[in-house]
Structure formats: C-alpha cells, structure tokens
C-alpha cells in the first residue's frame, strides 16, 4: 500500500473538471465540479445528521438507493438548503444539465452544493456551464475540482493510495472540503471518493460506514453539524479484480485503504478548522472498549475550553477530565494518567487523575507546536479511539461573524 498523485482520478476510468460559474459575486476562483467515470459505478454515501436538509442532500438519499452512480457535480457558495421546492427542483436541474452532456440517467448523476444556507441557488448559471464542464473533463482535472469545492477551506485537501486485492493493483482517490461547522457526526463536509476496485453497493456500503466511525466520524471543528454533509464512494471495477461480494481477504485488504485515505482526510479538515493554529489529536488507550475510547478522544476534542487552552498553550489537563467526566462514557477517574507530545518533546502532567509536578516551560514549548497529541491512558482495559480536533481562536469568531454578508 502506497501513497500516489492524482486525487479522485488517480484511479482508472475517472476524470474531473472544475470552472467557475459565477455562483456567489465576487468570487474569483473555480465554484463547480464535475467528477465523471467511464463505466457506471458501485455507490454508496452517508449523509447529514441534521434533521434540516440540504435539497441536494434530500435528492441523493433518493438517488443512492439505488446504489448505482457515474458522475458528481458539486458547486461551492451557495448550500442549497433551507430553499423548499425550488431548491429541490434546482438540485435535479444540475444532475439534469450533467446527464444530457454525459448521455446519463439524471439519477446517476450524483449534486452537492456547499456554501450560505438559506439563499436561491442560480442553477441557470451552472446549467451554462454544464457543456464546458463536461468538455474539459480530464486525468489533470483533479487539480481544478479540488479548487471548485473550497469554501473558507484555505487549502485543498486530496490524497490517493495504491493498493493490492486478489492480486490486481486497485488504486483509490479521494477529495474533501471542511473547515467550519465540522463536528463528529459529519460537518460541513463533501468528500468523494474514487475507486477501481470491483465491489458490490452492498459491500460498499458496509466499508464506508464501517470506516467513518474512526475517522471521518472522530472529527470536530467547533461543534456544528452541518445540512449538507455528504461522503460519497464510487467503485468501477476497471481494476479487474474479482469483484468483493462478501467478508473476507479482499474485503479487509479495501477497508485497510479506505481507513488509510480516510484517517489522513480528518486529519487534513481538523488541521484547516477555520482560524486554527493547532491541531490537536487525542489517543485513549487502556479503554474497556472501542466505543469508550473514542467517546472519551471526540469529547476531549470538542470541548471548546480545551480547544481554549491549546490556543493560550496552556497546559490546563483539568479540562480535560473534565471533558472526560462528561462523555457518558465509562472510565475511572482515579486511574488516568494524561501527557502531551509533540515535535519539541513529551510531559505527563497528571497521574492517576491527580496533578504532577511538571515542566510549565516544557510543557507550554510542546503546545507550541502545529501538532500537539493528547495522550490518554485509563488503565481500565486493552481498547484504544483517536480523535482530531483543533484549537479555538479569536479568528474563528472574525470569520463566523460576517460569513453571509
């Protein structure tokens, strides 16, 4: 297994594209995006746990029961959600607009929208550039859809990985955008994930949600969960491998490369949260179980007084204890033992849930670091969670404030 160039079209058969449409004024860079596949896909997808909706969103849990996808156009700028009818109605007019220039089904198409909630999307403007988009599809496009589907991101994120299943090369690709309202039950995420590798819907489906449970799924900004959160998978089987029906060898060889992308996308949208200066990674061990680890790591990261102390690089474990405490996960308080480490060393500050008598000095030069790990050790059993987070600053408030005006 190996990491390599390309994103969402490293894999055989893909291809991308991305322009700007004009969606929301005065932005200059690309706002729409267009991931297409030579042959029809395997699909699956997780959603939002917002009750209030995206219509995009709305529209590809339709969609996906079907399990059968070929194509994903997603625009930056305007999130299509809190519109009604007219919303919806937009949202099939952009998968409309793709199929007639991709010789699709409308409902293979697959829309994704990110941007203010609340406002009229002006598909006219996307459906004018549906040719263009289709037109311009190509191995490098990745380059200009990863740009198309940033909002307060300040950088793309992209990873692809090579992989090994019953002896065929598979390759897997994928692209993200997150930076704000991101918490552990999705965030204001779009994900797309490309693959080679033959796999059923069904087995698909168990991959992806089996894996977002310790990666995508252990991840908070600032605690808001968005309306348009989407994590979609396309698998075309060019790769020519017996095609993963059931559990098994090959099956574990594909979840270990989707855990693999996967891990380093949360990383990668903790990292960009939205002002942040740190990020934070927070490893329980010693657990009675995996669920009680990771519990404890995602309530760690998301307290924002922890959030707080990391910002001031303050060494300040009591809060998080204290975030421990009120996970409702299952732990001794008297047997945790806290340390942090990072590129400029590594200091316990509490044993046994009480304090010890540590370095404030060294403590604050390993806080300084752009990466800091919380290491968490409950003595309690032989499980282990890890969770990613980030420091809360005052740039997050200038940001958040004026975001639709």
Known sequence: MSFIEGGVTAPKGFVASGLLSGIKAGRTKNDTALIYSEKKCSAAAVFTTNKVKAECVKLNIQNIKRGIAQAV?????????????????????????????????????????TGVIGQQLPVEKIE??????????????????????????????????????GGKTCRMGTMAKGSGMIHINMGTMLGFITT?????????????????????????????????????????????????????????????????????????????????EHLIECRVAGAKSIKDARTLAKSVISSNLVKAAFFGKDANWGRILCAMGYSGANFSPDKVSVSFESENGKVQVCKNGMNLDFDENLATSVLTADETVINVELNDGEAEGTAWGCDLTYEYVKINGDYRT
């Open 128 to 165: 004018l550039k549906a040719k263009e988009l289709a037109d311009s599809l190509s191995k490098e496009g990745n380059i200009a859809a990863r740009e198309a589907i940033m909002t307060t991101d300040t950088r793309y994120k992209e990873c692809a990985i090579e992989f090994q299943v």
């Open 196 to 276: 080679d590798c033959a796999i059923s819907a069904t087995m698909l489906d168990k991959a992806l949600r089996t894996s977002i449970e310790g990666t995508y799924n252990c991840v908070s900004v600032d605690g808001d969960t968005s309306t348009n959160d989407t994590l979609l998978i396309l698998a075309n089987g060019m790769a020519e491998n017996t095609e993963i029906t059931q559990d098994g060898a090959d099956y574990e060889a594909f979840l270990s490369a989707l855990n693999k992308i996967n891990t380093v996308m949360a990383k990668r949208i903790a990292a960009d949260g939205e002002g942040c």
């Open 73 to 113: 156009i997603a625009n930056s700028g305007n999130a299509n959600a809190c519109t009604g009818t007219q919303g919806y109605q937009a949202a099939e007019r952009m998968a409309k607009a793709v199929a007639s220039q991709l010789n699709l089904k409308p409902e293979e198409v697959f829309v994704c929208s």
